[in-house]
């Protein structure tokens, strides 16, 4: 089983700021790699598939790179609405996984 | 715009089985594959399996010998059953649609989720 690990845990920016979040995978998954975002009491919500497409209707400021073992997901400026909990996810290697997540807070 | 809402009891006792159903509006259960999931309080969210309109199944290992899913394509809902519950069994449960017929993801739809306790 692939283990995606997600750092920081945890981070604290301002609105207007710029987010990288990082997705580690235990071994290559190409470029199957998916970032959702949750808010607590809702349903996660798919940004971005196959490591850069952003999803339907999503907006120009989520953004994915990587391949191999290394992702990244960049929010250009981070708005009021963004703050939230963000998972990767692999699908090259059954069963699919999830990493643990990030938590971005407003500082 | 599709819709996803699972439903089933809050409370299980231990060794009962869990029975969950999620039901799509507003976009058809045919030519897609659902999922279910689970996230433990404080942990990460863990893929339990997937049906198809036609009643394929796959099922992660680590539960695979528990767990029993199907579909009603007359209702659109799908729904899932674990038996032999445990406390570690207490999490909140998804169901979600792989994009584009996808087995394993990613996943573009997804219901809220509801928790389900494992409690006597």
């Known amino acids: 089983e692939i283990v995606l690990t997600q750092s920081p845990a945890t981070l604290s920016l301002s609105p207007g700021e710029r987010a990288t979040l990082s997705c580690r995978a235990s071994?290559?998954?190409?470029?199957?790699l998916a970032w959702y975002q949750h808010k607590p009491g809702q349903a996660p919500r798919l940004l971005i598939y196959d490591a850069s497409n952003r999803a339907t209707d999503i907006p120009a400021r989520f953004s994915g790179s990587g391949s191999g073992t290394d992702f990244t997901l960049t929010i250009s400026s981070l708005e009021p609405e963004d703050f939230a909990v963000y998972y990767c996810?692999?699908?090259?290697?059954?069963?699919?996984?999830f990493g643990q997540g990030t938590r971005l807070e407003i500082k | 715009q599709e819709q996803l809402q699972e439903s089933g009891p809050g409370l299980v006792k231990p060794s009962e089985t869990l029975s969950l159903t999620c039901t799509v509006s507003g976009g058809s259960i045919n030519n897609y594959y659902w999922s279910w999931f689970r996230q433990p309080p404080g942990k990460g969210l863990e893929w339990i399996g997937y049906?198809?309109?036609?009643?394929?199944?796959n099922y992660n290992p680590s539960l695979k010998s528990r767990v029993t899913t199907s579909v009603d394509t007359s209702k659109n809902q799908f729904s899932l059953k674990l038996s032999s519950v445990t406390a570690a069994d207490t999490a909140v449960y998804y169901c979600?649609?792989?994009?584009?017929?996808?087995?394993?993801?990613?996943?573009?739809?997804w219901g809220q989720g509801t928790l389900v306790t494992v409690s006597s």
């Open positions: 049906i198809s309109d036609s009643g394929s199944t």
């Open positions: 071994q290559s998954v190409s470029s199957y």
């Open positions: 979600a649609r792989g994009l584009r017929g996808y087995r394993y993801g990613p996943f573009d739809h």
């Open positions: 996810q692999q699908r090259n290697n059954w069963p699919p996984t």
